[in-house]
T-cell receptor
Framework: EAGVAQSPRYKIIEKRQSVAFWCNPI?????LYWYQQILGQGPKLLIQFQNNGVVDDSQLPKDRFSAERLKGVDSTLKIQPAKLEDSAVYLC??????????????FGEGSRLTVL | AQKITQTQPGMFVQEKEAVTLDCTYD???????LFWYKQPSSGEMIFLIY??????QNATEGRYSLNFQKARKSANLVISASQLGDSAMYFC??????????????FGKGTRLSVIA
C-alpha cells in the first residue's frame, strides 16, 4: 500500500513570494490534514478535510494561507505572500475512518519550507 | 491551556536500558485517545502506540508500553531495551471526542531522546 505522498520535499523562497505544496493521501482515506511544524515544536493543525469538505480551518491564517481538496483525493496548500515565520515543515496526514475509534494518522515525509 | 504537556525537552538513556517519556494531558471529554509518535531526523512521523480512555489495560506494542494513569491524566511512554535507532523526537498526542466523530490530533512539544552506546 502506497503511503502519503508530498511534494516538493524542500523549497526555499524569498519573503512575499508564493509557494504551493501538494499531498496525495493513502487511497480511500476520507480525512486529510495539513499540519505546520516549526523547528523544535510539535505539529500544529492548519486545516482538516473530510472528502472535499472543510471540517476545521480555525487555525489557518486565511489572509495568506489557502487549501483545497477539490475531488476529495489530493490536496494543495498555498501560501501567498510568505513571511519569515512561515519557515517550517508542512506535514500532510490522512486517516481512513470518519468517526468512532480512530486508528492512527498516516503522515507524509513533509515539505520543508525556508523563507529568506 | 495546553492540551498536551511534555516536560522533558531532552532525555539520555544508555543502550539496552529502559526509559520513560512523560506526557500529561488536559481534557474534560470522557471519550478520548492518546497516541505516541516517533520522528527521526529524516522527518517522517511514525505511529508507535495508542491508548483509548475506556481501555482497561495499558497498551503494549513490542518494546513500547504506555503507562496510562487516568486519574492523574498521564500517559507516559516506556521504551524497554533501548537501541541506538530509538534516538529521535517523540511526540505525545490526543484526540478528544471520539464519540462525536472526526476530531484532529493535538500534539505536545515533544521530547528528544538520545540513546548512548
Amino acid at each position: 500500500e502506497a503511503g502519503v505522498a508530498q511534494s516538493p520535499r524542500y523549497k526555499i523562497i524569498e519573503k512575499r513570494q508564493s509557494v504551493a505544496f501538494w499531498c496525495n493521501p493513502i487511497s480511500g482515506h476520507a480525512t486529510l490534514y495539513w499540519y505546520q511544524q516549526i523547528l523544535g515544536q510539535g505539529p500544529k493543525l492548519l486545516i482538516q478535510f473530510q472528502n472535499n469538505g472543510v471540517v476545521d480551518d480555525s487555525q489557518l491564517p486565511k489572509d495568506r494561507f489557502s487549501a483545497e481538496r477539490l475531488k476529495g483525493v489530493d490536496s494543495t496548500l498555498k501560501i501567498q505572500p510568505a513571511k519569515l515565520e512561515d519557515s517550517a515543515v508542512y506535514l500532510c496526514a490522512s486517516w481512513a475512518g470518519t468517526g468512532g475509534y480512530t486508528g492512527e494518522l498516516f503522515f507524509g515525509e513533509g515539505s520543508r519550507l525556508t523563507v529568506l | 491551556a495546553q492540551k498536551i504537556t511534555q516536560t522533558q525537552p531532552g532525555m539520555f538513556v544508555q543502550e539496552k536500558e529502559a526509559v520513560t517519556l512523560d506526557c500529561t494531558y488536559d481534557t474534560s471529554d470522557p471519550s478520548y485517545g492518546l497516541f505516541w509518535y516517533k520522528q527521526p531526523s529524516s522527518g517522517e512521523m511514525i505511529f508507535l502506540i495508542y491508548q483509548g480512555s475506556y481501555d482497561q489495560q495499558n497498551a503494549t506494542e513490542g518494546r513500547y508500553s504506555l503507562n496510562f494513569q487516568k486519574a492523574r491524566k498521564s500517559a507516559n511512554l516506556v521504551i524497554s531495551a533501548s537501541q541506538l535507532g530509538d534516538s529521535a523526537m517523540y511526540f505525545c498526542a490526543m484526540r478528544e471526542g471520539l464519540s462525536r466523530g472526526n476530531t484532529p490530533l493535538v500534539f505536545g512539544k515533544g521530547t528528544r531522546l538520545s540513546v548512548i552506546a
